[in-house]
T-cell receptor, first 117, second 113 residues
Framework: EAGVAQSPRYKIIEKRQSVAFWCNPI?????LYWYQQILGQGPKLLIQ????????DSQLPKDRFSAERLKGVDSTLKIQPAKLEDSAVYLC???????????????FGPGTRLTVL | KNEVEQSPQNLTAQEGEFITINCSYS?????LHWLQQHPGGGIVSLFM???GKKKHGRLIATINIQEKHSSLHITASHPRDSAVYIC???????????????FGKGTKLSVKP
């Protein structure tokens, strides 16, 4: 079974530039998560999708971050414009969690390491 | 405020030693996860617990619901166990959202040969 795929693996940009990350979850997984992990900290949830709908985006800085999962499969996360404090690893995860289920294992992608100069 | 606290933050051990990493949380949970993160960012789920104890190879995870505490043990540690170990919990209620995990900051383990 193929795992969660992410690209690019690394990205270096200057502040105020734009950047986009792509995630392909495990086939059949309805739930997709984007996390931000700043160096030395645990991951922080940015947004959770159930199929192509947003379940939780309460911690997403919506003035600069956006995400979509148009067909309920792949997802993109965009930052526009980037700030220095956005330097982090952006992790995508998926699970087969469905409405009414209490909990499920999340499978993580390798992450995209973003450096903002 | 919902928090997940891990200890120690950093741990250095000699190969073969028995290792314990601790995790405590503040309110009722529906599940607790132990995750392993290797350099380069990849995260692997090790255990998902809601009660009792689970064992996989040299790894053992326990949880005490009453004390709101979990431990991850590694027996006969090996240099390949070197990684960051992260505890994450799913609270019974978190803003009404389903499936959210709250992560600890991780414990960086280094096992020397």
């Amino acid at each position: 079974e193929a795992g969660v795929a992410q690209s690019p693996r690394y990205k270096i940009i200057e502040k105020r530039q734009s950047v986009a990350f792509w995630c392909n979850p495990i086939s059949g997984h309805a739930t997709l998560y984007w996390y931000q992990q700043i160096l030395g900290q645990g991951p922080k949830l940015l947004i959770q999708f159930q199929n192509n709908g947003v379940v939780d985006d309460s911690q997403l800085p919506k003035d600069r971050f956006s995400a979509e999962r148009l067909k309920g499969v792949d997802s993109t996360l965009k930052i526009q414009p980037a700030k220095l404090e956005d330097s982090a690893v952006y992790l995508c995860a998926s699970s087969s969690l469905r409405p009414g289920q209490g909990t499920d294992t999340q499978y993580f992608g390798p992450g995209t390491r973003l450096t903002v100069l | 405020k919902n928090e997940v606290e891990q200890s120690p933050q950093n741990l250095t051990a000699q190969e073969g030693e028995f290792i314990t990493i601790n995790c405590s949380y503040s309110v009722g949970i529906s599940a607790l996860h132990w995750l392993q993160q290797h350099p380069g960012g990849g995260i692997v789920s090790l255990f998902m617990l809601s009660s009792g104890k689970k064992k996989h190879g040299r790894l053992i995870a326990t949880i005490n619901i009453q004390e709101k505490h979990s431990s991850l043990h590694i027996t006969a540690s090996h240099p390949r166990d070197s990684a960051v170990y992260i505890c994450a919990v799913r609270y019974s209620y978190y803003g009404g959202s389903q499936g959210n995990l709250i992560f600890g900051k991780g414990t960086k383990l280094s096992v020397k040969p």
